[in-house]
């Protein structure tokens, strides 16, 4: 029963890629995206040929498909797609280079930083967290404080706290008071990662404030550091009427108390 279902998943794999290499647009999209789900390294050169295709959807897909697949050889590749002329590409490309922790990879994510399009920065971002890059540190603090997009600083936020370096606490710090909500609640859930105490103090006046992200992670952030003070305003979260983004902040009230249990 076993080869069966070994065969079958092979005969698909083989029925995406004869679709990718045809001429139905919507067809190879799906193709594309369905390879990256299966996940056989057979599909890469074939995923590799289609990051010179001339539609750039197709290019972002097969980026994000290999990426999936994480095949080393793939790299070279990927690494010439971070220049695509095409933002979403680029995009797709830097993110994938977060399956490959390699010196050139890192390098090529730390110059995505720099990219003139928010959507490959917010993914050079992500990479740089996911392959905890300690050099990234310093370029994330700046891009946490200085980039002019939101979902960027929030990613860069995101990103210090996955790599934990002790240098990133003042810049966290700044991030409480960040505008934007996303950057806030990033903060404070990265302040919780960090394990400073000296964190406390500005993570108990985030329980006041207005967004209910940012207290919700403020107070998981809080019990993580030995300060219980956080746990009612968890629980008063599990109670919230289902209304706006309630219901939403409900689950992740939930979700934050059973990892802290």
Aim: charged share 20%.
């Amino acid at each position: 029963i076993g080869g069966c279902g070994g065969e079958e998943k092979t005969k698909s794999v083989q029925d995406y890629i004869a679709i990718l290499e045809g001429s139905d647009y919507l067809l190879r999209l799906d193709a594309v995206q369905k390879l990256g789900q299966l996940k056989e390294p057979v599909a890469v050169p074939f995923l590799i040929k289609s990051l010179a295709d001339s539609d750039p959807a197709i290019r972002a897909g097969s980026a994000l498909a290999l990426g999936l697949i994480g095949d080393p050889l793939a790299v070279d590749s990927l690494l010439q797609a971070v220049n695509d002329p095409n933002e979403n590409v680029r995009r797709d490309a830097v993110g994938a280079l977060g399956s490959f922790d390699q010196p050139r990879t890192r390098a090529a994510a730390l110059g995505a930083l720099k990219d003139s399009g928010s959507y490959p920065r917010y993914a050079a971002c992500r990479a740089l967290g996911r392959l905890k890059a300690a050099e990234a540190v310093a370029p994330l603090l700046q891009a946490a404080r200085d980039d002019t997009n939101s979902y960027v600083r929030t990613a860069a936020v995101m990103a210090l706290g996955e790599i934990g370096d002790p240098k990133s606490f003042p810049g966290l710090l700044q991030a409480l008071r960040d505008v934007s909500s996303y950057v806030r609640s990033a903060a404070a859930a990265a302040l919780g990662k960090l394990g400073n105490r000296a964190a406390v103090p500005q993570l108990r006046r985030c329980l006041q404030d207005p967004n209910l992200w940012v207290r919700n992670d403020a107070a998981g952030a809080l019990y993580r550091l030995g300060s219980p003070e956080g746990l009612p305003v968890l629980i008063a979260n599990l109670s919230s009427p289902q209304q706006d983004d309630k219901s939403t902040v409900r689950g992740h009230a939930d979700s934050t108390l059973r990892q802290l249990s």
